[in-house]
């Protein structure tokens, strides 16, 4: 990058961090769209999010992260964490996954990420298509989260984007509940590791799950009367997206 570059987006320092956003998708508009979305909630310049589809790497290590600062984990609707046999990649992220608590590297893991993680690590999840999360709801803090680097500047019962029809029903061991819903565990922290996961999206407004809702409304409303209900529900969220500007800070806290 020149530095004429560096001047147009900020101090070089601020420009020299890099993300990788792994993405698990292969429509092509929300591709783009969830890029913009973890930049625009971590307050970083699309330029410094890379992304890494795995539906176009099927095998991948932890040498994928040696030139970034953290990672990024975004959300699916064309896969699941319960077919690795179908989805090869399932046992990659996994892998991927352990090998960055092992190494105390950052990550920020979003919705198919924390079903990654939690399957990784040991707890359990289910498949539910009938009474599953689809809009926006108010998260439930624990008390563990006043004192987090991510959750102590958050509203109480702030609300967040969530559709899933996995979702975790067994916790894995060496974990911290931060956040939860009556319906299941939506954030935790590895204890003593810089490592977050949220079955909620942080990264998501409610103008854009709205967008993103249209292109799956097949996948999870029953017609264009029941989408419209979902839509017409759906809250803002001006929180959450505190939570990756947060982890941003945090991550670059590590480095200074």
Not at 112 to 119: D, E, K, L, P
Request: net charge negative.
């Amino acid at each position: 990058m020149s530095l004429a570059q560096d001047k147009a987006y900020g101090d070089t320092q601020t420009m020299d961090f890099k993300a990788l956003l792994i993405q698990i998708r292969q429509n092509p508009r929300v591709l783009i769209e969830e890029r913009q979305s973890f930049a625009d909630s971590s307050g970083l310049h699309l330029e410094q999010i890379h992304t890494f589809n795995v539906f176009d790497h099927q095998s991948f290590d932890f040498h994928l992260l040696d030139t970034y600062n953290c990672l990024f984990i975004g959300g699916a609707s064309e896969a699941s964490v319960l077919k690795p046999h179908q989805f090869p990649f399932v046992s990659s992220l996994e892998k991927l996954v352990l090998k960055c608590i092992e190494e105390s590297y950052p990550v920020f893991a979003s919705c198919f990420g924390f079903q990654i993680a939690v399957q990784a690590m040991g707890g359990v999840i289910e498949r539910d298509e009938t009474n599953f999360e689809m809009g926006t709801y108010p998260m439930q803090m624990t008390p563990a989260s006043k004192g987090d680097p991510l959750f102590y500047n958050l509203k109480r019962d702030f609300m967040a984007v969530s559709v899933h029809q996995e979702k975790c029903t067994k916790m894995p061991d060496n974990c911290e509940l931060l956040a939860f819903t009556n319906a299941c565990p939506h954030a935790f922290r590895v204890l003593n590791k810089p490592f977050w996961a949220f079955q909620f999206h942080p990264e998501l407004s409610k103008r854009i799950l709205t967008s993103r809702l249209r292109e799956y409304q097949e996948l999870y409303t029953d017609d264009s009367a029941h989408y419209q209900e979902v839509i017409d529900s759906l809250q803002d969220t001006p929180e959450a997206p505190k939570l990756a500007k947060n982890f941003v800070t945090y991550v670059k806290s590590l480095i200074n």
